[in-house]
């Protein structure tokens, strides 16, 4: 079940947030997978998660600060999967990043095997956490989550390959 950030249903007493499938990364996706990698769920990973996906937007020659953004992105998901996902129940610890190309789009998708729907929430003014999501909201052009019978997957997507127009002006997508 795709559950993107976007439009609601609800469903007796539970809201969801419903996926229109623009995304897969996989076996059954038509997304060229360009880099999958593999963390034990301890926080001391997401510096190699980081690198991992800002070396992957370089090797592939991503625009601009696509980059930064990635390696930004990715350490706010990453620590939300390490933190919120299932860090206490032995083996299930571990988190996948992947990272697709669909054309224009970079897709970072992070799979951990908590079931649980991410959300939003208002950090305080002095609360050094809570921000995560809001700031892959504000930076991302699109941003979702998926769910998976063991787990699930929040992704974001970033114009990483723009298409240049004549004159050499880029075509910026929203």
Same mark, same amino acid.
């Given at each position: 079940?795709?559950?993107?950030?976007?439009?609601?249903?609800?469903?007796?007493?539970?809201?969801?947030?419903?996926?229109?499938?623009?995304?897969?990364?996989?076996?059954?996706?038509?997304?060229?997978?360009?880099?999958?990698?593999?963390?034990?769920?301890?926080?001391?990973?997401?510096?190699?998660?980081?690198?991992?996906?800002?070396?992957?937007?370089?090797?592939?020659?991503?625009?601009?600060?696509?980059?930064?953004?990635?390696?930004?992105?990715?350490?706010?998901? *990453?620590?939300?999967? %390490?933190?919120?996902?299932? #860090?206490? $129940? =032995? +083996?299930?610890?571990?988190?996948?990043?992947?990272?697709?190309?669909?054309?224009?789009?970079?897709?970072?998708?992070?799979?951990?095997?908590?079931?649980?729907?991410?959300?939003?929430?208002?950090?305080?003014?002095?609360?050094?956490?809570?921000?995560?999501?809001?700031?892959?909201?504000?930076?991302?052009?699109?941003?979702?989550?998926?769910?998976?019978?063991?787990?699930?997957? *929040?992704?974001?997507? %970033?114009?990483?390959?723009? #298409?240049? $127009? =004549? +004159?050499?002006?880029?075509?910026?997508?929203?």
């Amino acid at each position: 079940m795709r559950i993107p950030h976007g439009e609601s249903r609800s469903r007796g007493a539970m809201t969801i947030q419903m996926a229109a499938a623009d995304h897969r990364i996989g076996q059954d996706g038509d997304m060229a997978l360009l880099g999958q990698k593999w963390i034990p769920g301890d926080e001391k990973c997401i510096a190699s998660a980081r690198r991992f996906v800002r070396d992957i937007a370089n090797d592939w020659s991503a625009a601009g600060d696509v980059p930064d953004l990635a390696e930004l992105l990715t350490s706010e998901v *990453v620590t939300n999967a %390490l933190v919120h996902g299932a #860090p206490h $129940l =032995p +083996g299930r610890s571990t988190v996948r990043i992947s990272v697709g190309r669909d054309g224009p789009l970079m897709t970072v998708d992070v799979y951990d095997s908590c079931i649980a729907v991410p959300h939003m929430r208002t950090a305080g003014s002095m609360e050094t956490s809570g921000r995560g999501l809001a700031i892959v909201e504000a930076l991302a052009c699109k941003w979702g989550w998926n769910l998976h019978r063991q787990g699930k997957s *929040v992704w974001f997507q %970033l114009t990483a390959w723009p #298409p240049s $127009l =004549p +004159g050499g002006a880029l075509k910026l997508l929203a």
